[in-house]
């Protein structure tokens, strides 16, 4: 039955396709203002950048992973500091509180300025987040399973729209790679980089994952790179220079597919977006109630899941009207220093800190 | 613990006893009679027996054997040992044993001076002979249906795994019905850890009465709108599935048998599939699957699509449907509910109708849904074209019609007041639902997700036998499942 009081493991698999589905909601969005250049030749550029710094900003994960591999980011905050470990749980609590914001803000926007359905925008964001608060309830392993099958009618849809999109390519669309210089790709990476909590959730939740991860850490952001790369190419080869008009310039690129008798596949990329993104909701709601679960106990752990769903649904529709906080969402400000020092800073402290405390033992 | 109400010696308190227990009951039958001067009765239920049985097999020779022996133990022993031609007979010490007994169509002696009866099987009760199932029709393969007395269904089920590795663990539930429930299992397939947690969920039912495995299937499933156990007419589907480390309830007085765990996937697999080529048997699993999702997605989406984004249909498409539904006096949403609610109707009552109306049900949705209700313009054609193709998806996979019913309305209604956003929700709340639950430790979307490419061999397609019977895939060994391995 459901009910079995047994630890519960998730294969390294099961994480990297939730993680994909994560850094594929970023891609699915981005467009020359979220991108950081007009010139959509140095995504593809930026692409290898994250590649790289990916695995750079990982490296003192890895190395906490490798000195205590039953302890996630939390557990050895609490080791290394003590009580005053605390601080952990409550800022990455926080940061995935505020990351959820940038993703249903977006989705947002977009329901309202590119679709204008009948329905408010509003209500469709709130429908999200009830589906993602009913995913964070269910546990790690609802959402892990859940995301594996959206992750393989994602790839399916992808295949199908790059098949489709493939024939529409016109070699005139390219532009030269860094024509702005390396800075502009760079800073393009680092904008990507910083909406992606990826790395922070590896953090919390690499004790529980079973099979080999660093194998399924390299796949992942490999084809993460390869992925973007491929839809880059394909955004430039079918549209452009018009792309640098559009705020959703994929939307706008699979709105004009055609396979056969199949057209208008935009209906494709709605589709893998919307339950993209609420597993990646989810998923985050998910992880702030196991932030809280470790401070404050089980019950409070699965309040914040509501609470945590209902601040983000009313931050979320503040800044559909709001120019300033649309500004500090979608720009580096917010969103650069928080990953940063959820991704690499923190792991980094820790890792150091754990070494000096080892030091220290052994001088004593 | 309670002390056993053991028999007397006294012939005549144990018939006062018995008479007085079954009061009132016009079918007790006691028959007293004299073994050499010695005083005895015949315990049984009328209708549960067979009487020619008895004289011929039990009370013939007990009156014409020579029994020299002069106490009464001893002339029980004899009796017991040397005098009788019956294979099922059984000792028995307690009073309550006795009920038990003769309420399961044995006949039971007592002999005055003895605290011990004999307990003879000599059931003769009618019962409906072995037919083919008509839940599980299949053009292949055996004929042979469960019927309603566990007895038969235990044999039937035995004909087949000819091992004493089959085991059947018997055990009554129901404090009024004493229903007998019997577990099946193969003791070298099936997980003890597994096998623990169904003993131990059955022993905790407690219910009056069980008079169908619908009694006790909540006790045995999770919180899934998808059903996790699974039931069979087929004695082969249950050989099948306790091959593969599941355990079967057999419950007396049902022709149907519960499995589990069962999983998602089962629901798209039937015997006919191991019995036709490989290709085919591909073929229909993929059908049935495009099926599913047609019967819970499309009216939904149909909806959705033709109310708020008709820029995704093509255009001639587009122009059919608005010609259509221009002449309707109702949104496309509730038109689309009202017709699902009409042949929900109907169908009830081409199931509960007595057989010579059965056509009168057929004419009316034929013609007074089908033709009438178009043609007064009260729906469209392209509605009523989604309803039937939807209907029609829905018997694709019977065991799954009960959350297709309701999906599908509640798809009507997502996709009339959100749209395709409101689908596509759905469409994840569902998956969540599916992948979040357990049955007894196993993933119930396994090995979908968490994904096993060795299992897929028989999941979207099916395989030959040369590959499948290459090695058994037992449920504990699918992958995420939480229970010991033997």
């Known amino acids: 039955m459901s009910g079995q009081e047994k630890q519960h493991f998730i294969s390294a698999a099961q994480l990297f396709s939730v993680l994909f589905i994560g850094r594929s909601i970023v891609l699915v969005t981005i467009n020359s203002g979220l991108g950081g250049s007009e010139n959509f030749s140095d995504l593809i550029a930026s692409s290898f950048w994250v590649f790289l710094m990916t695995f750079i900003m990982a490296i003192p994960l890895w190395m906490i992973a490798r000195k205590r591999p039953g302890l996630n980011i939390i557990e050895e905050g609490y080791y290394v500091m003590g009580r005053v470990g605390i601080i952990i749980p409550i800022f990455y609590a926080l940061y995935f509180s505020v990351i959820n914001w940038y993703y249903l803000s977006v989705f947002q926007i977009f329901s309202s300025d590119v679709l204008d359905p009948r329905t408010p925008t509003w209500v469709i964001a709130a429908a999200v987040l009830v589906v993602a608060c009913y995913g964070a309830y269910k546990g790690l392993e609802a959402i892990v399973r859940a995301g594996g099958i959206i992750l393989a009618l994602i790839c399916a849809g992808f295949i199908f729209m790059i098949c489709s999109l493939f024939f529409k390519m016109d070699p005139g669309n390219f532009e030269p790679f860094s024509e702005d210089g390396l800075k502009i790709s760079f800073y393009s990476a680092i904008l990507f980089l910083c909406r992606s909590s990826s790395i922070s959730v590896i953090a919390l939740l690499l004790p529980v994952v079973k099979g080999k991860k660093k194998l399924g850490f390299t796949v992942w952001n490999t084809a993460l790179w390869i992925g973007a790369s491929i839809i880059f190419l394909v955004m430039i080869g079918?549209?452009?220079?018009?792309?640098?008009?559009?705020?959703?310039?994929?939307?706008?690129?699979?709105?004009?597919?055609?396979?056969?008798?199949?057209?208008?596949?935009?209906?494709?990329?709605?589709?893998?977006?919307?339950?993209?993104?609420?597993?990646?909701?989810?998923?985050?709601?998910?992880?702030?109630?196991?932030?809280?679960?470790?401070?404050?106990?089980?019950?409070?752990?699965?309040?914040?899941?509501?609470?945590?769903?209902?601040?983000?649904?009313?931050?979320?529709?503040?800044?559909?009207?709001?120019?300033?906080?649309?500004?500090?969402?979608?720009?580096?400000?917010?969103?650069?220093?928080?990953?940063?020092?959820?991704?690499?800073?923190?792991?980094?402290?820790?890792?150091?800190?754990?070494?000096?405390?080892?030091?220290?033992?052994?001088?004593? | 613990m309670a002390q056993p109400n053991l028999l007397s010696k006294s012939l005549l308190d144990n018939v006062v006893y018995f008479k007085s227990k079954f009061d009132e009951c016009m079918d007790f039958i006691l028959r007293e009679f004299t073994i050499t001067g010695t005083k005895a009765a015949f315990l049984a239920i009328d209708g549960l027996i067979n009487k020619q049985l008895i004289a011929q097999g039990i009370l013939n020779p007990i009156l014409k054997a020579p029994i020299l022996d002069t106490t009464p133990d001893g002339k029980f022993n004899y009796i017991r040992d040397n005098a009788l031609a019956t294979v099922d007979q059984t000792q028995i010490v307690t009073r309550d044993d006795v009920i038990d007994r003769i309420l399961s169509g044995f006949v039971v002696m007592i002999v005055d001076g003895c605290d011990r009866a004999l307990a003879f099987g000599v059931q003769g009760f009618q019962t409906r002979s072995v037919s083919e199932p008509s839940n599980e029709v299949m053009q292949r393969g055996s004929r042979e249906g469960f019927v309603e007395p566990y007895l038969i269904n235990i044999s039937m089920i035995r004909r087949r795994l000819r091992t004493p590795d089959l085991k059947f663990e018997r055990m009554v539930i129901g404090s009024v019905s004493q229903t007998s429930v019997a577990i099946c299992y193969l003791n070298s397939a099936v997980s003890k850890e597994l096998l623990a947690h169904v003993r131990a969920e059955l022993h905790r039912i407690d219910l009056p009465s069980v008079l169908a495995c619908g009694y006790l299937s909540p006790f045995l499933e999770n919180k899934s709108i998808f059903n996790s156990v699974g039931i069979s007419e087929r004695p082969d589907t249950v050989c099948g599935k306790i091959s593969e480390g599941r355990v079967a309830i057999i419950v007396d007085g049902t022709p149907n048998v519960m499995l589990v765990p069962h999983l998602f996937i089962e629901n798209f697999q039937s015997f006919d599939d191991y019995a036709t080529r490989p290709f085919y048997a591909s073929f229909t699993r993929l059908l049935k699957y495009i099926a599913f999702l047609i019967a819970v997605f499309l009216p939904g989406l149909y909806v959705a699509v033709v109310t708020f984004h008709p820029e995704l249909l093509p255009e001639t498409l587009l122009v059919k449907i608005a010609q259509a539904e221009s002449s309707t006096p109702f949104p496309i949403s509730l038109e689309a509910l009202v017709i699902h609610l009409i042949y929900e109707i109907m169908r009830e009552a081409g199931l509960r109708v007595p057989r010579p109306l059965g056509h009168a049900v057929s004419i009316v949705g034929a013609l007074v849904i089908g033709d009438t209700a178009v043609s007064a313009g009260l729906i469209g054609a392209p509605t009523l074209f989604?309803?039937?193709?939807?209907?029609?998806?829905?018997?694709?996979?019977?065991?799954?019609?009960?959350?297709?019913?309701?999906?599908?309305?509640?798809?009507?209604?997502?996709?009339?007041?959100?749209?395709?956003?409101?689908?596509?929700?759905?469409?994840?709340?569902?998956?969540?639902?599916?992948?979040?639950?357990?049955?007894?430790g196993i993933p119930f979307s396994a090995p979908v997700s968490p994904f096993n490419l060795r299992s897929m061999r028989d999941v979207f397609i099916r395989m030959s036998w040369k590959i499948l019977g290459k090695r058994t895939e037992r449920v504990q060994d699918l992958p995420g499942a939480h229970i010991t391995k033997m």
Do not use: H
């Open chain 1, 238 to 364: 079918v549209a452009g220079d018009f792309l640098k008009l559009q705020t959703f310039p994929l939307y706008t690129v699979t709105s004009m597919a055609q396979l056969g008798p199949f057209q208008r596949l935009d209906a494709v990329f709605l589709g893998g977006w919307l339950t993209g993104l609420f597993i990646k909701i989810a998923m985050d709601l998910y992880l702030v109630s196991l932030c809280v679960k470790r401070v404050l106990g089980e019950k409070a752990g699965r309040i914040s899941i509501l609470i945590g769903a209902v601040i983000t649904g009313i931050i979320t529709q503040i800044s559909t009207n709001s120019r300033s906080l649309q500004t500090l969402f979608f720009g580096p400000w917010l969103y650069f220093p928080l990953t940063l020092t959820a991704a690499f800073l923190i792991p980094l402290f820790l890792w150091l800190a754990d070494l000096r405390k080892d030091r220290k033992k052994v001088e004593k």
């Open chain 2, 386 to 440: 989604i309803v039937a193709m939807t209907a029609l998806s829905g018997y694709v996979t019977p065991s799954l019609y009960q959350p297709i019913a309701v999906c599908r309305f509640l798809f009507i209604i997502i996709g009339g007041i959100a749209g395709l956003w409101g689908v596509m929700l759905g469409f994840g709340f569902v998956l969540v639902n599916l992948c979040s639950e357990s049955v007894y």
